[in-house]
Every structure is written in structure tokens, then in C-alpha cells.
């Protein structure tokens, strides 16, 4: 696996109803090699379109690629490719948030939409989650107390 740096996101048959194919331009960093520029292709035809976590540019992460051809992929086995994976990682998250644990180092909370909890941990009210999950400080509508947010993974 390499590592590499989503560098640029491109549509394709963007004239074509959604959903559509795309390029993403990467960095790839190989191991113990100089970076080099890969083009890796997306198309919903592949069998990891579905689970595929779409990367926004700036992102990092494990990518295949063969020297040989110069052809480069998502390496699915890097669960931060795995859209069942990152969900599962922000249920945990959410779980320690409610328990008031600490995040790991690279769990970013970055704004909304978050996902938030059915009811205020504070006072116990129902939360308004349309209205919270979009708030940049989401507080209880009642207690005003602030709750627990999470990043809800993007597309
Ligand atoms: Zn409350």
C-alpha cells in the first residue's frame, strides 16, 4: 500500500444523469520511492463504488499502485477507504462522546451536519435534530447545555 494526498477531484460525463465517474489526481508517496502523480478512477461500475468513502481533496490515504503500468486504485484494505468502516468508527466515536471519553488523535470534529443524540444527555429533552445537526453549536433546546456532536461522513 502507498499512502497519497488527494491533490484534485474531477467529474466525468458530467452531460450524463448522476451518478458520476471520477478522477481523483493523487500524490502517491511509495515507500522508499520519490512521489508520483496517479490518476485513480472511480466509475460506478466498479465493485467498490459502493463502499468506497469518497475522499475530499487534502485527504490522505492507502492507495495500490504498480510502478510497473502506472496504474493506481483504492486499496480498500485502509479502512479509512471503507464507508462501513468510517461509520463504524463515528458509532464508536459517538459512543464515547456520549460517555464523555476522550476522541483518538485524527478524529476531527470539523462542523456541521453532525449527527447528535435523540435526547439532551444533560436533561434528558428530545433534541430537535433537524435544527441541531445543523447548528454550529448545538445546544439542548431546553437546557441550553452543549451536546454531544459527531461529523457525519460526506459525499
Ligand atoms: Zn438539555
Not at 469518497?54 to 510497473?68: E, I, T
Request: net charge neutral.
Amino acid at each position: 500500500m502507498s499512502s497519497g494526498h488527494v491533490v484534485g477531484i474531477r467529474l466525468l460525463h458530467t452531460s450524463r444523469p448522476a451518478p458520476h465517474a471520477k478522477i481523483f489526481d493523487v500524490r502517491l508517496h511509495p515507500k522508499g520511492g520519490e512521489p508520483v502523480m496517479a490518476e485513480v478512477h472511480l466509475s460506478p461500475h466498479d465493485k467498490i463504488w459502493d463502499d468506497c468513502y469518497r475522499p475530499s481533496k487534502g485527504d490522505v490515504r492507502g492507495f495500490l499502485y504498480d510502478p510497473a503500468s502506472g496504474q493506481a486504485g483504492f486499496d480498500m484494505s485502509n479502512g479509512r477507504n471503507s464507508w462501513k468502516v468510517q461509520n463504524a468508527k463515528t458509532d464508536a466515536l459517538m459512543q464515547r462522546l456520549l460517555e464523555d471519553g476522550p476522541a483518538d488523535d485524527g478524529d476531527s470534529v470539523t462542523g456541521p451536519p453532525w449527527v447528535v443524540p435523540d435526547h439532551c444527555p444533560n436533561c434528558g429533552a428530545a433534541v430537535s435534530k433537524a435544527k441541531a445537526s445543523m447548528d454550529l453549536e448545538p445546544q439542548c433546546g431546553y437546557c441550553h447545555q452543549p451536546l454531544p456532536t459527531q461529523p457525519r461522513a460526506r459525499f
